[in-house]
């Protein structure tokens, strides 16, 4: 049971890690990738994915405070879920249209 703890948590992440890499594999090829008019706007669009990652260690930190959950498994959960909050906000925001007034 100890070692269920300890390989859940990664295999999760790690299918979580895969999934985002796959379809970012499959969307370079396409040419389909997010892409933005100005720099600006372009390194946000870059920088959703790792920002997922660090606000969902740090939920995951906070977590492992009051509760009395380990505290890699927070992490490991609060990155992976993190990424693909990341991935789904990149996707939503690569594909909004620009529009200037």
């Known amino acids: 049971m100890e ?15 895969v999934f ?4 970012l594999e499959y969307k ?9 008019k100005s720099k600006d706007d ?9 920002l997922g ?20 498994s927070t992490l490991s959960f609060g990155s992976g879920i993190g990424l693909l909050l990341g991935y789904f906000t990149y996707e939503i925001y690569g594909n909004k249209q620009e529009s200037y007034s």
């Open 53 to 72: 990652m660090l606000l969902g260690c740090t939920i995951g930190l906070i977590l492992s405070m009051f509760f009395s959950i380990p505290l890699l």
């Open 28 to 36: 370079h090829k396409q040419g389909k990738l997010g892409k933005k």
């Open 42 to 50: 372009q390194n946000s669009l870059d920088s959703l994915m790792p």
């Open 20 to 23: 985002v890499v796959k379809r």
């Open 3 to 17: 070692l269920v703890g300890i390989v859940l948590p990664i295999a999760i992440v790690g299918g979580i890690m």
